[in-house]
Each structure stands twice: as structure tokens, then as C-alpha cells.
């Protein structure tokens, strides 16, 4: 039987990243350029965030700190990165590095013995030092997408539909406050409004599972991920600001299907 192709390359340098409870195991050291991070996690819920710190400050400084408040956004500059991958699959964040010193860190909350459901897992420990060096090669151009997110205060606007297949798109943080870029699958059964009914204090089980998610964007941030998508009904989400509505249905259409 033939095995079907492995899928194309992700863009630039790709760096993996596995998560777990609570830790991270990735590079200590690569060069700078466009790099895509790539997670996969091997328990709980975790997301990877790409910190770049200014000269004089340190990773556990920022893991004591706990979130990316404004005591910190004067030495640590947030590049989001890539969070919540699929069961048993990975997320990825694209985005040029400078050299300099970074954290991989994750800022979710509570989870299997945080001992309070506001302690960030970055205080549990959940961190990582990467050192970016100057590189000897050619700087490579970020990919051309074939979409852009743009997340405003509170949507999410899509600038083409979605068919099925590899689509590359570019999440703008164009709002004023944080905003993330999560991504669900409708389970088969099931439908988009009910998972944009469904909240965890229901009693079903969730009629959707994560996809992909690009963590926390600063405003003016901006990032780009590589989704395979297969047709269907999605949702997105902005956990910090669902509570303005930050949702919405996504249907991605079949390969080569013309939709508005």
C-alpha cells in the first residue's frame, strides 16, 4: 500500500518544542532568521510563548513575575508563539528572531497541582532559556499568506474563506488590548453554535477539541501559522476577552470550492 506524501515543509529554520506538566524541552541555542516554533505537548494544556528579554534581565526573573504585565513589557517583548496543539498533533508560530536572549514560557493558568486556579504555570517551573546567535545564512522572506486574521476589539475579520488543504495565514493583533487566536474542530455530531454555546460549567462533554492557537498577541503583534485544515466547522475564540464576545463560526470549505 502506498503511504500518502508527507506534508511540505513548515517555513524557515523549524525548532520543536514538547510540552508537558510543566515543562518545556527545546534547543538551548539557535541561529537567528525565520524560524517556526513547532509544539507538541505530552500533558495538560500548555502554550508556548516567545519572549525576548532586554540585556540585564533573566528568564526566571520573568517566570517570578508570572504574567506580562506593565511591570514587565519594558524588557520583555511578547512574539506570541504557539499554544493548545491538537490530541496526539502540534501547533506553530512563524516569526523572524534577532539575536538576543528569549524565553519559551507558558502563561496558562492553573492545571494538575497549581494550587490555585490564578498561579501562571510559568511559576510552576514552566520555562526555558533559548539563545538566538548571529547566522551565516541568507535571511529568508516570512511566507506569502494566503490569509489574513486581523483580531480588533472584539473579532476576529477573515480576509478569504478557508478551503481545505495547507493554508498559511497571518494573525494581526490590530485591537488594543491582548488578543488571542484560537482555533476548535466541531467534532462530527456536533455543531458550531453548540460550540459556542458550550462553557465548562456544562454538563455535556465539549462538542469541539483543540486544533491550533496562536497565544496572546500585545497589540501591534503579528504572526504567522501554518493550519492543515480539513472541511468542516470550526470556531475561534479569545479566551482573555470571550467575555466581550471574541467568538465566531468558521466553516472551511472543500479543496478548490469557491465560497464567500
Known sequence: MLLPP??????????????????????????????????????????????????????????????????????????????????????????????????????????????????????????HQLVVVPSARAPEPPPRPDATVTMVDYAFRISAPLHAGRAVLRVVNAGKVQHEFRVQRVLPGHTAEESLAWTPSS???????????????????????????????YTLFCVPQFAHGMKRALRVLPAGRPGA
Not at 12 to 24: C, I, K, S, T
Not at 101 to 126: E, K, Q, S
Not at 207 to 232: K, M, N, S, Y
Open 203 to 233: 454538563k455535556a462533554p465539549p462538542p469541539d477539541e483543540d486544533f491550533a492557537t496562536i497565544a496572546t498577541l500585545p497589540p501591534g503583534g503579528a504572526v504567522t501559522t501554518t493550519l492543515d485544515l480539513a472541511a468542516g466547522d
Open 6 to 127: 508527507p506534508p511540505p515543509p513548515l517555513p524557515g529554520r523549524v525548532v520543536d518544542v514538547v510540552a508537558g506538566d510543566y515543562f518545556f524541552q527545546a534547543p538551548d541555542t539557535i541561529p537567528a532568521g525565520l524560524t517556526t516554533f513547532r509544539l507538541r505537548t505530552v500533558a495538560g494544556g500548555h502554550g508556548a510563548w516567545i519572549v525576548r528579554l532586554a540585556p540585564g534581565h533573566t528568564v526566571a526573573e520573568l517566570a517570578a513575575a508570572g504574567d506580562l504585565g506593565p511591570r514587565t513589557r519594558a524588557w520583555a517583548t511578547n512574539l506570541g508563539g504557539p499554544a493548545f496543539p491538537a490530541p496526539h498533533g502540534t501547533a506553530n508560530a512563524t516569526m523572524q528572531l534577532a539575536p538576543g536572549t528569549y524565553a519559551i514560557i507558558c502563561f496558562v493558568r492553573g492545571g494538575p497541582g497549581a494550587g490555585a486556579a490564578d498561579v501562571t504555570h510559568a511559576r510552576l517551573g514552566m520555562y
